[in-house]
C-alpha cells in the first residue's frame, strides 16, 4: 500500500501547499530528508483561527489546528518529492502562541503527531519539540515544522 492509498482509505485529501507569507519556499530537499518551512492552519487560504492557546483558543481547538497544520506540511513535502517518496518522519516541530500560564503545549501538538501515525503507522514514529511562544505569524495558535526522510 502506498501513502496515497493510506490517505485514500483515511478520507484524507492533500490541501494545495500554503502560499509562503514571506521570502521563502515551502519545503527545500537535500540529500535524503525533506525539511519543511513552519506551516500554519491555513485552509483554503485563510486562516482558521488567531489567537493564543490558554485564552482565545483552547487547547482541543488548538489540537485541531495542529492538524491541520501538519496536512499543509505534508502537502509541502508531496510537491517537493512526492508523499508516496516518504521513508520516515524524523522530526516534528511544533510552535503554540500560548497565554500566559498555559503548559499544555505538548498536548496541542499530539493532533500533529497522532495523524502522522494513523498515516505513516511505525514510519511516522518521530522525534518531537513543542515550544510555546508569545507569537506566531499574523496572529496563528500553532506552526508546525516537518522533517522526513525520503527515497
Known amino acids: 500500500m502506498t501513502w496515497t492509498d493510506r490517505l485514500a ?10 502560499a509562503p507569507l514571506a521570502a521563502y519556499v515551502p519545503a ?26 490558554g485564552a482565545e483558543v483552547s487547547p482541543e481547538e488548538a489540537k485541531k489546528y495542529a492538524r491541520t497544520s501538519i496536512l499543509n506540511a505534508l502537502a509541502a513535502v508531496d510537491s517537493v518529492v512526492g508523499i508516496d517518496n516518504v521513508v520516515r518522519v524524523v522530526k516534528v516541530v511544533g510552535f503554540v502562541a500560548s497565554a500566559e500560564g498555559f503548559t499544555g503545549q505538548p498536548a496541542v501538538i499530539n493532533g500533529a503527531s497522532e495523524l502522522l501515525g494513523e498515516i505513516f503507522g511505525e514510519a ?21 515544522e516537518l522533517i522526513v526522510e525520503v527515497k
Open 9 to 18: 482509505e483515511l478520507g484524507i485529501e492533500l490541501p494545495g501547499v500554503a
Open 28 to 53: 527545500v530537499r537535500t540529500g535524503s530528508y525533506v525539511y519543511t518551512a513552519g506551516q500554519l492552519p491555513f485552509v483554503s487560504g485563510e486562516l482558521e483561527a488567531t489567537g493564543k492557546v
Open 124 to 144: 511516522g514514529i518521530h522525534a518531537r519539540s513543542a515550544v510555546g511562544v508569545s507569537e506566531l505569524p499574523i496572529g496563528a495558535p500553532v506552526e508546525i
